[in-house]
């Protein structure tokens, strides 16, 4: 169980990421809106977005090479078991 205890940290330290991020993002973007154009603004959302959805989709890579890895650890155990006995 102890092995499972990264995995089970890894989203909430995402997710308080993510969150630290927007909000840091979020408070840059009120107090500097009346100096900064809207048109830089709205292009920084949409690198921003588009950088976003490559990480998510990086993340979703990583989880699924993940669950293979712990799919191939599982068989290689019962294999284990099967040929000690």
């Known amino acids: 169980s102890t092995a499972n ?3 089970d940290d890894a989203p ?3 997710s308080r990421t993510d969150r630290t991020t927007y909000s840091r993002y979020s408070r840059d973007a009120n107090s500097s809106g009346s100096s900064v154009p809207s048109n830089a603004l709205e292009k920084r959302i949409e690198e921003l977005e588009r950088e976003l959805a490559k990480e998510r989709q990086e993340n979703a890579r990583l989880m699924k090479m993940t669950q293979d890895k712990e799919e191939l650890i599982g068989k290689l155990k019962e294999e284990i078991d099967l040929l000690n006995r």
């Open 5 to 7: 205890a990264p995995e």
């Open 12 to 14: 909430n330290r995402y």
